[in-house]
């Protein structure tokens, strides 16, 4: 077979746990998807490769079908997907940005969200925010997100994912609630007990995936840069998309 090669920095590990256990739903529950910060559309190619319906929305892009800002633009539609990665650490106010995402999402919609897992106390330009395991979870829960029935992917220092719906029990109300407490409808949200504790973010972590693991015998990345991610070979599809994802950064191929 002759592969379409995609060459990806970001979000890899996230779409390929996503293109591999959805595999069944793409074209079918999933066909449109939106490309939040779409940027070069390298992300979005693979996307419509496969046979999705992508739009991008991107304020300096040319390629974007929405050259717009994504937070002021008043979207005539909802996606089935939406796709972002390595945006949300550049917004001026992330709870505003994730309520935007919520409202563009039906009830099967799905949104797959990347971000980078920097140490809190380093200073990088554009980056605004710190979504290190602690503070992404709980921007995730009280946004109305599941995240206990979702998915989430921690690499080692590199980035981390969510894969997740909507809550169906979220009451728009909860917005104007402040963040001071985690009550049972946060904690019905989350996969990790709310409680004042300290997690370690130099770990890799696996929840909830049917196609990425986490094991300390990884056959396929334990020797880049502490990746400890397997994929479980009797999870790969018997019809191959025919993409390989190339992310020459962390000196990983998968073809799939």
Known sequence: MIYKKFDITWSGFALIEFLVSAKNKI?????????IG??????????????????QVDKYSNNAEYKVDFISHKFNK?????????????????????????DLMHD??????????????????????????PCFLQHMIHAGFDCRNGKFISISRIENSFIV???KNFDLKE???????WTQKHQNRSFYELKNSTIDNNKTYVYNCEILEHTNNSLLFNSI?????????????????????????WGISIKI
Request: proline share 3%; aromatic share 10%; with cysteine.
């Open 27 to 35: 074209g079918k529950q999933y066909k449109t998807v939106l490309d």
């Open 38 to 55: 779409s940027g070069q559309g390298t992300h979005s190619q693979l996307l419509k490769y496969i046979g999705l319906d992508v739009y």
């Open 78 to 102: 909802k996606f089935d997907v939406i796709f972002c990665s390595h945006v949300i650490e550049h917004q001026r106010n992330v709870g505003l940005f994730l309520d935007k995402i919520f």
């Open 108 to 133: 099967n919609s799905i949104l797959i969200i990347t971000v980078p897992n920097h140490p809190v106390e380093t200073i990088i330009e554009g980056h605004l925010n710190s979504f290190i395991f």
């Open 165 to 167: 719906k909507k809550d």
């Open 175 to 181: 917005r104007e609630e402040q963040g001071y407490t």
């Open 225 to 249: 840069k502490n990746i400890e991610i397997n994929i479980k070979t009797n999870n790969k599809p018997s019809k191959q998309y025919g993409i390989e994802i190339n992310m020459e950064r």
